[in-house]
């Protein structure tokens, strides 16, 4: 498993994202990584599953995985949560929580140092005003084995 | 927002003479009444596409009651302020109030124009781009709306979802306080200058 550590290592915004623990990994084994978010308190930031169509959700890509091949990423069940300018509950994020990215190591990886590379895309609110979107860079560094 | 873009939107707002900055994460402005005329800056001009492409100018509307309204199709607070807007220019129009809406949205019409059909907007909208937020103070949270006097200045700004009273409350003080020089609106809403003395 890769595991990021407490610190938190990119603030932008509303949004911090924790920096991630290097790994080690051998070919062909199936791995996950740990993500560790923290939205700022007093404000929310919206699920990756958000309530309205034009509402940005929250989402982690990949542009470079190196020697990884990129799984799916699981979200955490997000809170419905009612706020003043809502009429409906909405699907968000608030705290502390966490992605977990799968990957699997190729079989033919060779062995060495690598980071897979990803932008996570997020839009935060308070409870009287939005923010624009944000895109932040997330690095899960790993060694093949 | 990275720093020297916030500490330059701090600036240009305290130049413009309408934010405090508190201890909060995010500056916070305290603007809910309209000022005193002499406290008034006068409101950048800006020129801006609406939908069918035309330009837009803030100047074009010198004599009127201007609300301009900084939002986004994401901005779920906005979406509680737009069908207010939408019954004041119904009910002011011919008063001197005129709406415009300015759209932060970065996908530009083509996230606009369905979201403003579905809610029938009958304000004109216009393409917003960053360059007129910073003329503004560097507009970072959404909804921000402006309360622009028939003179042009900016009277009253209010950040985030403000009560529909407070709007009220702006937008009758300033229809009832005509420019100087100005009497009154013609039947379109136009304001009527009295000709200067001498001319026919």
């Not at chain 1, 938190?8 to 080690?24: F, I, R, T």
């Not at chain 2, 413009?16 to 900055?21: A, D, F, P, Q």
């Amino acid at each position: 498993m890769l595991l990021c550590l407490p610190l938190l290592a990119q603030n932008s915004g509303h949004l911090s994202v924790g920096e991630p623990q290097k790994v080690s990994a051998k070919r062909g084994a199936a791995v996950e990584a740990k993500i560790r978010l923290a939205v700022q308190p007093g404000f929310h930031v919206n699920s990756n599953t958000p309530s309205d169509e034009y509402l940005i959700p929250l989402k982690l890509t990949w542009k470079s995985t190196g020697a990884l091949e990129a799984g799916p990423v699981a979200y955490p069940k997000p809170a419905m949560e009612k706020y003043e300018f809502s009429e409906k509950p909405l699907s968000v994020f608030t705290g502390n929580f966490e992605l977990t990215a799968h990957f699997k190591v190729a079989a033919n990886a060779p062995a060495g140092p690598g980071a897979a590379v990803g932008q996570l895309r997020y839009q935060a609110c308070s409870d009287k005003a939005c923010f624009p979107p944000k895109t932040v860079e997330v690095a899960v560094p790993y060694s093949v084995q | 927002m990275s720093v020297l873009r916030l500490i330059a939107a701090i600036s240009t707002a305290l130049a413009l003479g309408y934010v405090s900055v508190g201890c909060s994460p995010t500056p916070s402005v305290k603007a809910a009444s309209v000022k005193p005329d002499k406290e008034r800056k006068v409101a950048p001009d800006f020129a801006l596409k609406d939908a069918d492409g035309k330009l837009v100018h803030l100047s074009d509307y010198k004599g009127k009651v201007v609300i301009v309204d900084f939002w986004a199709t994401w901005c779920e607070p906005c979406k509680i302020e737009i069908p207010w807007f939408m019954d004041m220019q119904r009910k002011n129009k011919d008063k001197g109030l005129e709406v415009l809406g300015v759209a932060m949205d970065d996908e530009g019409w083509e996230a606009v124009k369905p979201f403003a059909q579905s809610l029938g907007i009958n304000y004109r909208l216009v393409m917003g781009n960053d360059q007129t937020a910073q003329m503004y103070g560097g507009v970072d949270a959404l909804p921000t709306t402006f309360l622009i006097d028939r003179a042009g200045k900016i009277a009253a700004v209010h950040v985030g979802l403000t009560s529909k009273k407070d709007f009220e409350d702006g937008i009758e003080a300033l229809l009832n306080n005509s420019a100087p020089g100005i009497v009154r609106d013609d039947q379109a809403g136009n304001a009527v200058v009295p000709p200067a003395a001498g001319s026919k």
